[in-house]
């Protein structure tokens, strides 16, 4: 799949949250309601803006494929947590180890650039609303999430690229709960001094970039708001919701990817990346649905 040096390793041990059994235990229940609860939630939101007319517009289309990236998102590392609580052999093969380093690089990217997106389209609807509908049209839409998810393939692509043609000779255990590639590289036997540039380099401009627009756009909308007379809090209460799911992604992602060495510890790393991986596509679509009485109708319509 990708080309790489010879190696010893054929599989990967992975530590996990806990070596004691009981609260394995413990943590699988957990973990398993959360797991539930985020495909329940995002399946729902998806199929409320797929079926509900008033919900036919760029704003949702955003929203419904960022419920269908969480989706993946979780489900590349929590069906493996999982089943890691309950085996005694907590393994993950090499190959199996490389795809979900690819679709978590290749998920997180894409969500980095929709969230993006999703702070130009409020952009637009709040500053420029009567040509709304015409610079995002649905059209326009469908290429902004094609776009986002082919940038995040090609950027993990060769992420993946420089990662796996390294050669990893053994030890093979990891401290974590699922493959991440810091980690992959502290276990190789060649030089990474590339793959170390690589990594702060494209951390921090895949990072900054998408935000920088964000705060620009918000920028803008705050000067914006501030000038409205009547109604400016309901102008920007479609705001909100985003600003909440921008602050919780770029937040945790930044400090685990942009922050000294010195701050870095295996314990801290695992709960900051249970809180990104398990914890925040649980939350997104409560956010979103919390501050918006369309999407809540919508919701309820399809449970009742």
């Known amino acids: 799949m990708y080309p790489r040096n010879q190696s010893s390793v054929i599989e990967f041990i992975l530590i ?6 009981s609260i394995q235990i413990l943590l699988f229940h957990i973990f398993l ?12 939101l998806i199929v409320a803006v797929r079926t509900d007319p008033r919900l036919h517009n760029s704003m949702y289309y955003f929203l419904s494929s960022l419920s269908f990236l969480d989706i993946c998102y979780t489900s590349i590392i929590v069906p493996k947590m999982l089943e890691n609580f309950l085996s005694l052999k907590k393994t993950i093969s090499f190959t199996g180890c490389a795809l979900q380093v690819y679709f978590y690089l290749f998920l997180g990217e894409a969500e980095c650039i929709l969230l993006a997106f999703m702070a130009y389209d409020r952009f637009v609807a709040i500053c420029d609303p009567l040509r709304y509908n015409t610079i995002m049209s649905s059209v326009v839409c469908m290429w902004m999430i094609g776009g986002s998810w082919l940038t995040g393939c090609v950027i993990s692509s060769m992420d993946m690229y420089f990662t796996y043609r390294l050669s990893y000779c053994g030890p093979n255990v990891i401290n974590h ?6 980690l992959l590289l502290k276990l190789s036997c060649s030089d990474i001094s590339v793959n170390n540039i690589i990594k702060v380099v ?11 627009l964000i705060l620009i756009s918000y920028f803008k909308i705050f000067a914006a708001v501030i000038q409205i007379r009547s109604g400016s809090y309901k102008a920007f209460s479609t705001c909100i919701s985003h600003l909440v799911v921008v602050t919780i992604f770029y937040g945790t992602a930044m400090f685990m990817y942009i922050r000294p060495k010195q701050l870095a510890t295996e314990d801290t790393d695992k709960m900051v990346a249970v809180f990104y991986t398990v914890i925040t596509p649980t939350l997104n679509p409560v956010i979103y649905s919390l501050r918006n009485k369309d999407v809540q109708r919508a919701m309820k319509r399809l449970v009742g």
């Open 33 to 44: 309601i959360i797991y539930v609860s985020t495909l329940a939630g995002n399946a729902l």
């Open 202 to 212: 494209g951390g921090t401009v895949l990072l900054c970039i998408p935000l920088s």
């Open 16 to 21: 996990g949250l806990s070596t004691d059994p």
């Open 177 to 182: 709960f699922f493959c991440e590639v810091p």
